[in-house]
C-alpha cells in the first residue's frame, strides 16, 4: 500500500465570499491527522491574505467530521451488512447523518452573520471577524475609521459633548443615530478594538456592539445598507458559488454513500436467507402450509400443468424451521422440520406430492457463439418432498428464456431452471 502525507488545510468555515477560517493539518493519504494551527483568510477582492490565528476548534472539528465520520459510516456499514447487525447498521446512518451535519450546518454562518461581516468588510476590507486578527496586527484602515466616527462625534450636543472624554463621544453619536454609514462604522471600531480591551473595558465594547447591531441588522437586511455595504453583498454572492458547489457534492456523495449502505444492507440479509418456494402437485386442491407457525400459503390448488398458478415463494433465515402442510379438509399432510444450512440459497417443499410429479432442473449456457452454447436436464430425485439448493435458481416451473442479456462475443451465462410435470414428460420443451 502506498502512503502519501504532507500538509493541507481543511476544515473550512464561517465563509463569506472568499473569506473563510481553515485550519492546516499534516494529513495521511488525505485524511488529517493532527492541526497544526488555523488560518484567517482575508479575501479583499484582489486575493485572499493569510493571517495566522490562534486554534479555531469548530475548524478541526468540521476537518475531522467531513472526513472521519463519512468513512467510519462505511466502515461500520460494511460490518453491519455482513454481520446483519440493526445496531451497526443504525450506527452506520447516525454517522451519516453527523458527516451530513459537518458539511451542511457546522461553520455555516446565519443569514445575520454573514451581514455583520459583510458590514466589518465595508472599513477593513474583507468579510471577516475582524476580532480575530491577532493583537500585534493593525490595518491601515484603522486611522481612517477614527478619524471619520470623531468627525461625525461633533453631532453630539456641544454642552453634552463637553462631558464627555474623546474616546466615549463616538460611541453617543452612534447610539443616538440610525444612519446605516455610521452604524457599520462604530460597529466595526467596537468590534477592532475589543481586541485589546480586558475586564470591564471589554464588556462594555461588547454591549455596544450588540446595540449597535440590533438598530444596524434590520436596516441591512431590508436593503437599506450604504453603497459600500451593497457592493461587498454582490461581490460575496459572485464568490459563493464555489462554496455551495462542494457542500452540494459531499451532500450528494453522502447520499450515495447512503444508499450502499442500504443496499449492502438489504443484500446481506438477503445472503442470509433462504428462498422457500412451495408447490402444490398433490394432485388435490386446497393445500396450506405453515411456516414456524404462521401460514405463508394456501389454499393453494393443485398444479395440473405448468404455469398454473398453484406455487408461492418466501424467504426465511438460515436455521432450523417447521414446515406443516394441511389439505382443504385441515388434515395434516406433512410436518417436518428442516435445516437450511449457511449457504442453502432455496429449498423446494412439495407435500403430498403425487408420484406422477416430477422435477427436473435445468442448466442452460447462453453465449453468442454455437460452440459453447448448452444444455443439460437433471431429474431431480426427492425422496422427500424437501430438496434443498446450494445453486441460485432462476426461474421455477416455466421454460428457461431463449436469449440473455450479456452473452455476447465469447462471454457465456449460465442460468438454471426448475420444472415440473408428467414424470414420463421430455424436459427441454
Not at 414456524?292 to 390448488?301: E, K, N, R, S
Not at 452473452?407 to 408428467?422: D, F, H, L, Q, S
Request: glycine residues 10%; hydrophobic residues 45%; proline residues 6%.
Amino acid at each position: 500500500m502506498l502512503w502519501f502525507f504532507g500538509f493541507s488545510e481543511r476544515g473550512r468555515i464561517d465563509q463569506v465570499g472568499g473569506s473563510a477560517i481553515v485550519t492546516r493539518f499534516f494529513v495521511i493519504n488525505g485524511i488529517p491527522i493532527f492541526p497544526i494551527g488555523s488560518v484567517l483568510l482575508a479575501d479583499d477582492g484582489r486575493g485572499a491574505h493569510r493571517v495566522r490565528i490562534p486554534l479555531v476548534w469548530r475548524s478541526v472539528v468540521a476537518a475531522y467530521g467531513r472526513v472521519l465520520l463519512p468513512l467510519l459510516a462505511a466502515l461500520l456499514g460494511l460490518i453491519g451488512s455482513i454481520a446483519r447487525s440493526p445496531l451497526m447498521l443504525a450506527g452506520a446512518f447516525a454517522l451519516l447523518a453527523a458527516g451530513l451535519y459537518a458539511w451542511r450546518v457546522l461553520g455555516r454562518l446565519s443569514p445575520s452573520e454573514v451581514r455583520r461581516r459583510l458590514a466589518y468588510a465595508v472599513w477593513a476590507g474583507a468579510a471577516v471577524d475582524i476580532a480575530l486578527i491577532p493583537e500585534p496586527a493593525d490595518h491601515p484602515f484603522v486611522p481612517h475609521l477614527q478619524a471619520y466616527l470623531d468627525d461625525r462625534a461633533t453631532l453630539v450636543p456641544e454642552a453634552y459633548r463637553d462631558r464627555l472624554d474623546a474616546g466615549a463621544r463616538w460611541r453617543v453619536a452612534a447610539q443616538e443615530s440610525s444612519d446605516p454609514e455610521l452604524l457599520i462604522a462604530a460597529l466595526a471600531r467596537a468590534r477592532w478594538e475589543r481586541r485589546t480591551a480586558q475586564g470591564e473595558a471589554r464588556a462594555s465594547l461588547d454591549a455596544l456592539h450588540d446595540a449597535l447591531w440590533a438598530k444596524l441588522s434590520p436596516l441591512l437586511a431590508a436593503g437599506n445598507g450604504p453603497p459600500a455595504y451593497a457592493g461587498w453583498e454582490r461581490y460575496a454572492r459572485e464568490r459563493s458559488g464555489a462554496a455551495r458547489s462542494a457542500v452540494l457534492f459531499a451532500t450528494a456523495a453522502l447520499g450515495a454513500l447512503a444508499a450502499a449502505i442500504a443496499g449492502g444492507a438489504v443484500l446481506g440479509y438477503r445472503a442470509a436467507m433462504a428462498k422457500v418456494v412451495i408447490v402444490n402437485v398433490s394432485g388435490v386442491d386446497g393445500v396450506t402450509v405453515l411456516l414456524d407457525g404462521t401460514q405463508v400459503a394456501g389454499p393453494l390448488p393443485t398444479m395440473r400443468r405448468e404455469g398454473d398458478d398453484a406455487s408461492v415463494t418466501t424467504r426465511v433465515e438460515h436455521g432450523s424451521h417447521e414446515l406443516v402442510a394441511r389439505g382443504a379438509d385441515g388434515a395434516e399432510l406433512d410436518r417436518r422440520r428442516v435445516e437450511l444450512t449457511k449457504g442453502t440459497r432455496a429449498l423446494l417443499y412439495a407435500p403430498g406430492r403425487s408420484p406422477d410429479a416430477c422435477f427436473v432442473e435445468e442448466i442452460v449456457t447462453y453465449s453468442s457463439v454455437p460452440s459453447l452454447q448448452a444444455y443439460e436436464a437433471v431429474q431431480l430425485v426427492m425422496p422427500s418432498p424437501v430438496r434443498p439448493f446450494r445453486e441460485r435458481i432462476d426461474h421455477w416451473f416455466e421454460p428457461a428464456p431463449e436469449n440473455v442479456k450479456g452473452a455476447r462475443g465469447r462471454a457465456t451465462i449460465e442460468k438454471r431452471t426448475v420444472r415440473v410435470g408428467p414424470c414420463e414428460a421430455k424436459r427441454g420443451d
